[in-house]
């Protein structure tokens, strides 16, 4: 049974009615502790020095590197993660971990703006209180980090509330900032039955203590949770899903494009917010492009295995409404067309040619190893289906002319622009987020430290 973390202490009631097989199911009593522990670990913490918040963080850093086998094993057991996928999770959160703790002196940079006659106005950046983490399971290293660390190193204390899809990968996870050295209530871990989230988010967001949430999942959660911390005058951090698409021009390097729209849809089998779901391509140039996908699908031996039976479900709809709406639908050669077996969570990499706009799967976020193939009449066309996506998350632009892409980058209503590259990219170092449907706010880099951090301003007179 996997516990909970509050305190620094594993709290682990097996007797109690509020538990799965696999996890200890948080209640509102274990919720209401984790806030309390962090509350009052909160007035410390937040006074503890940049350098040492530094040094605790590069201390998570070194354990990662040191049980990173166990974290991948565990992550290929509890969500199929393919061993890259597994993997580039363990490497990525060394670097946000190192990068972010390089980062904690300057973001905590204050100022000293003009003022009227003889005063002075000082600008004060302090940290907030205690902030809810919410990660999601697809990612849970990348994700998992990116809900605490930068909340951390900004002098808040968290509760982080793991994924009940990984919640052992969430729980190694959370371990490593307790045998790291952080002191208790910093960071306490939480897991609950997906019937109790709506109790127990509510409880937390409405708590005194509580200054903030951020979240990584569903557009449709996402609305949930942003509404009740409206509610209850909270600011939120969101990243939601993303309609990803590839724009490929006539001028593209068409192999290379190839390349990478089919790693940017098929990695950890599409199960990424940033997957590529859309590609739009003019008819000029289509033939050449569907052509260099099918080779390549043609060549892939591995089948995917969902996370869920309900995510086969939802992929399986899209494809019959896809195949009405005029659409061609392949797969490697290698395997059968997925059946409507509940059992069974396998499901092929998927490429859709002649998609028709008015298919759903055109306006839908898969969240799988689905690839649609959008043909336009000309440029014009493509990018004023582009302007009418309601999600904005990450997008792909293969073209020969830099300059070109760029200008079209600039119209994009999108968080990310990758040109010449695949939609799944993210660096410790760079902004992440949406717009629209796909959130707001941003992950990342001094801008992830800097949305945990109150503003203060301070004036003194003579």
Not at 255 to 260: M, S
Not at 451 to 459: M, N
Request: proline fraction near 7%; charge should be negative; include cysteine.
């Amino acid at each position: 049974m996997i516990p909970l973390i509050i305190n620094n202490t594993d709290s682990l009631d097996p007797s109690s009615t509020n538990q799965t097989p696999t996890y200890q199911g948080a209640t509102p009593s274990h919720t209401l502790d984790a806030i309390s522990s962090s509350a009052a670990a909160f007035p410390s913490w937040s006074r503890t020095a940049p350098s040492h918040r530094r040094d605790l963080l590069r201390a998570v850093a070194r354990l990662l590197h040191e049980r990173g086998d166990e974290l991948i094993a565990t992550m290929q057991a509890e969500m199929h993660a393919p061993e890259v996928w597994a993997r580039a999770n363990v490497q990525f959160g060394i670097g946000l971990l190192e990068e972010t703790a390089g980062l904690i002196s300057d973001a905590m940079i204050g100022g000293i703006p003009v003022s009227q006659g003889e005063s002075y106005a000082m600008v004060l950046k302090q940290p907030m209180g205690v902030v809810l983490g919410i990660a999601p399971w697809n990612a849970p290293v990348i994700l998992g980090l990116r809900a605490v660390v930068a909340p951390l190193a900004a002098g808040n204390t968290v509760i982080f509330r793991g994924a009940d899809l990984s919640p052992k990968s969430h729980y190694l996870l959370a371990s490593l900032f307790r045998d790291a050295g952080f002191p208790p209530g910093v960071l306490n871990f939480l897991l609950n039955r997906p019937e109790d989230a709506p109790e127990l988010y509510e409880l937390t967001i409405n708590h005194p203590s509580v200054r903030k949430c951020n979240f990584t999942g569903s557009t449709q959660v996402g609305r949930i949770i942003a509404s009740k911390a409206a509610y209850a005058l909270k600011p939120v951090l969101l990243e939601l899903g993303g309609k990803n698409f590839a724009l490929v021009l006539d001028d593209a390097r068409i192999e290379e494009a190839a390349e990478e729209i089919v790693k940017g849809a098929f990695l950890n089998n599409g199960q990424i917010c940033m997957s590529t779901d859309l590609v739009y391509v003019t008819e000029a140039t289509a033939p050449k492009l569907e052509a260099a996908l099918l080779n390549r699908l043609s060549k892939m031996t591995d089948k995917p295995r969902l996370i869920s039976c309900a995510s086969k479900s939802k992929l399986t709809s899209l494809l019959k409404d896809a195949r009405i709406n005029g659409a061609t639908i392949h797969h490697p050669p290698s395997f059968p067309s997925p059946t409507e077996d509940q059992n069974d969570a396998t499901f092929p990499p998927t490429l859709l040619t002649n998609l028709a706009p008015s298919s759903a799967f055109h306006t839908t976020e898969s969240f799988g190893p689905l690839l649609g193939i959008v043909r336009t009449p000309d440029l014009s066309a493509a990018m004023d289906l582009i302007t009418n996506s309601t999600y904005g998350l990450s997008a792909s632009i293969f073209t020969s002319s830099h300059f070109t892409a760029l200008k079209l980058a600039e119209k994009m209503r999108v968080g990310a622009v990758h040109v010449n590259g695949m939609t799944v990219h993210d660096e410790p170092t760079l902004p992440h987020g949406g717009v629209g449907k796909s959130g707001f706010g941003r992950f990342g880099g001094k801008w992830g430290v800097e949305e945990f951090l109150e503003v203060r301003t301070v004036i003194l007179n003579p």
